[in-house]
């Protein structure tokens, strides 16, 4: 999934916060990149493209689902 008008460091530090706020153990070196216990997600700034590249994985789609359904609601809550 691609997104777009989120403000670089300030927002992804929100993200990040989002996310241990929500159980996940979070590293920010390259985005967010947070394991929660049923799913794992990424979000990172596009290298070329003013974007945020977002990625969920898990065992199964429905969990990778949730995951971005997850994620979605911590972006929303990162625009300006």
């Known amino acids: 999934m691609l997104v777009d008008k989120v403000d670089g460091k300030a927002d992804f530090a929100k993200l990040a916060e989002a996310c241990e706020r929500n159980g996940a153990t979070v590293e920010t070196m390259d985005g ?4 929660f216990e049923n799913f794992v997600l990424l979000m990172r700034a596009s290298n ?4 945020v590249r977002l990625n969920s994985e898990a065992e199964n789609e429905k969990k990778a689902a949730e995951g971005m359904q997850l994620a979605k609601r911590f972006l929303a809550g990162c625009r300006i």
């Open 32 to 35: 967010v990149h947070a394991v």
């Open 48 to 51: 070329t493209e003013p974007i």
